[in-house]
């Protein structure tokens, strides 16, 4: 989601004059999107933010913004207080801000380019690729859901992006058909939790029924959506994705926990079992697809046993992939206002790299079934002398060819496989 709001941001600035340098030194305007899901994602933020004060106090004609969830959407008092030197805090998502202080401080160089950012101030006009991605970008990321209002017990997001907002499925499109008509072949859908899109409104469709008006988007090949939550993993919206050839067979289904009274503590709403019986379901659905779930170690007061019943789920589940993280107290959230965080740090390090161990044999069995298979292949890149891309399934296979493939689908024979990548050679 921050990419996303990066993105969008880069590419307003550069539509008001503004063009992007890789050294803090030499610019304008300064932003610093951030994020504070866990504690060290935040200490990183913080001292990326304390290194520009000095810039700040030689160079008092730049512009720092700071922006994302470290700002929130309540109060900044504080933030203005513990960094005065800030000009700009700018909530997750919020353009606006930035943009109408360059126009009061007069930093939109033009008459003309002031016209522009008063317009998109004031209107939509579909999403024009920031010029790094014109080109070059084969898929982009569609924010659907802004906020969330499910209040896990660890989750710091609700207060920091705000209640959940779905946008208008009309803006929605709009973007995804701007994206199309500038190369953008595969789009990603957004949102905490994604499958909730339109509970918030009941004249805006479901997510289900979202597919299907974005399948029919001219020049977009391939849809994705993340993430998921099992409470909210309907039947109708896995009938959308086999009818829909263009959405893509893999799943972001996080379970943070294989232990019930964990579940139950994180405020999570289901089961262990629960959970299987849902994998099983997408399963039988779609023979070929890959699960990616989230898991998160050293939950306060989860003990060695509940632990183990983490890992022995994810020996059931077999996802493709496990996002692990350990447990870090964020401000306001009810497990540190009302729980003790009393997993060790070495202990928390030691499940981490239990649960690492384990998904790099899980993935490493799966991948291996791809070899000697034709898959098909949608080009993003190339990395040194390799083209690159994904399956479906989100598998990255890595090709040789002297033929540029960007943007591109191949069907290609996979010749090697590894945990966390292929190699493979386009099929005759």
């Known amino acids: 989601m921050n990419v996303a709001d990066s ?79 800030v000009d700009i805090f700018s909530a997750p998502s919020d353009i606006s801000t930035l943009l109408g202080y360059l126009l009061e401080t007069s930093k939109v160089p033009t008459e003309d380019l002031r016209s522009i950012a008063q317009s998109i101030l004031e209107k939509d006009e579909g999403f024009t690729l920031p010029l790094e991605m014109r080109g070059n970008a084969v898929s982009a990321f569609v924010p659907i859901v802004l906020g969330c209002s499910h209040a896990c017990s660890y989750c710091v997001i609700p207060l920091r992006r705000g209640k959940e907002i779905s946008r208008p499925p009309q803006e929605i499109i709009r973007e995804i058909q701007s994206l199309a008509g500038q190369g953008i072949k595969e789009v990603t859908l957004l949102g905490q939790i994604v499958d909730r899109y339109g509970y918030d409104d009941p004249t805006y469709p479901t997510l289900a029924e979202l597919l299907h008006q974005i399948h029919q988007v001219e020049g977009i090949e391939r849809i994705r959506f993340l993430t998921s939550h099992p409470n909210w993993m309907s039947d109708d919206l896995l009938d959308s994705m086999q009818a829909l050839p263009k959405v893509m067979p893999h799943f972001e289904l996080p379970i943070q926990a294989g232990d019930d009274e964990v579940l139950r503590r994180m405020h999570r709403g289901y089961t262990s079992e629960k959970y299987l019986a849902i994998v099983e379901k997408i399963r039988a659905r779609f023979p070929v697809s890959s699960i990616a779930t989230d898991l998160i170690v050293g939950f306060p007061g989860e003990t060695a046993t509940q632990f183990q019943h983490s890992l022995d789920l994810l020996e059931l589940a077999k996802p493709d992939m496990t996002h692990v993280a350990r447990y870090s107290p964020r401000p306001g959230t009810y497990s540190t206002l009302h729980m003790q965080d009393d997993v060790s740090d070495a ?49 990255l296979v890595f090709v040789e060819s002297p033929t540029p493939l960007i943007g591109k689908i191949k069907n290609v024979n996979i010749t090697w496989t590894g945990p966390w990548s292929m190699i493979g050679e386009i099929a005759q």
């Open 347 to 395: 202990e928390k390090w030691e499940r981490f790299r239990a649960v690492e161990h384990l998904q790099e044999q899980i993935t490493t069995n799966i991948n291996t079934q791809y070899l000697n298979n034709e898959v098909s292949i949608l080009f993003e890149g190339r990395k040194k002398e390799r083209w690159y891309g994904r399956t479906p399934t989100n598998k």
């Open 7 to 85: 993105i969008r941001l880069s590419s307003v600035l550069e539509q008001i004059g503004y063009l992007p340098i890789g050294q803090p030194e030499q610019a304008d305007v300064i932003v610093l999107n951030t994020c504070v899901v866990r504690q060290s994602a935040e200490d990183k933020a913080i001292g990326r933010l304390s290194s520009l004060k000095k810039m700040k106090e030689q160079h008092p004609e730049k512009t720092i913004c700071l922006m994302g969830c470290m700002v929130g959407v309540g109060d900044t008092t504080a933030l203005k207080k513990r960094f005065p030197y």
